[in-house]
């Protein structure tokens, strides 16, 4: 069973519209979760890192939130472009080994409509 | 933007052919990553190193093998492509020194084996 899942599985918005994405996860013990856009056919790049005393970090429209008590954490979107199409993934690292291994949710497809 | 180049990006062989992606980068990280992904699915780990002469097998099980002679290359083999082995695979590289442990990709190889 996956131990990060993310929704909704796809969203579409038209421009200029804000929006959340969610992603849950069971990974113990948590060290890191990170968010990352991954553009169609490109590798996925990073948003935003964020540790367990951090509760929000923000990277220009992109800001997230952290509840490691509930284990959840939200990728909020302000000001939606048509370049925000794209899946987003949710990714925890646990603190169980030097490598730091990583859980990756299956991502949110984002559709931005003109 | 990140300094990690992969080739092919895109690549259609048959059944039973030998190939090699490369994946080259020029961070000077310790920390090498292949992964698979395919459509809807979460990033599966197949292959990692910690640095020069250090490899080690992943989460998913896979036919295929690499190697690390010197610090900014890992290139992955298949020795007989099959079907089964058509997929999106990215590489990735992260900075041992850091404790976030930031994953940096590259653009991908896509493989179709006919």
């Known amino acids: 069973k996956n131990q990060v899942e993310q929704s909704p599985q796809s969203l579409i918005i038209l421009e200029g519209k804000n929006c959340t994405l969610q992603?849950?996860?069971?990974?113990?013990?948590?060290?890191?979760l990170r968010w990352y856009k991954q553009d169609t056919g490109r590798g996925p790049v990073s948003l935003t890192i964020?540790?367990?005393?951090?509760n929000t970090k923000s990277n220009g429209r992109y800001t997230a939130t952290l509840d490691a008590d509930t284990k959840q954490s939200s990728l909020h979107i302000t000001a939606s472009q048509l370049s925000d199409s794209a899946s987003y993934i949710c990714?925890?690292?646990?603190?169980?080994?030097?490598?730091?291994?990583?859980?990756f949710g299956r991502g949110t497809q984002l559709t931005v409509w003109p | 933007e990140a300094d990690i180049y992969q080739t092919p990006r895109y690549l259609v062989i048959g059944t039973g052919k030998k190939i090699t992606l490369e994946c080259s980068q020029t961070?000077?990280?310790?920390?090498m990553y292949w992964y698979q992904q395919d459509p809807g699915m979460e990033l599966h780990l197949i292959h990692y190193?910690?640095?020069?002469?250090?490899?080690e097998k992943g989460d998913l099980s896979s036919e295929s093998t690499v190697s690390r002679i010197r610090t900014e290359h890992f290139p992955l083999t298949l020795e007989s492509a099959r079907p089964s082995h058509t997929s999106q695979y990215l590489c990735?590289?992260?900075?041992?020194?850091?404790?976030?442990?930031?994953?940096?990709f590259g653009e991908g190889s896509r493989l179709t084996v006919l």
């Open positions: 990735a590289s992260s900075d041992q020194g850091k404790n976030t442990g930031e994953l940096f």
């Open positions: 992603c849950n996860y069971t990974v113990s013990p948590f060290s890191n």
């Open positions: 964020m540790t367990f005393s951090e």
């Open positions: 990714v925890v690292s646990d603190r169980g080994s030097t490598l730091g291994r990583l859980y």
């Open positions: 961070m000077g990280h310790d920390k």
């Open positions: 190193s910690y640095g020069v002469n250090s490899t």
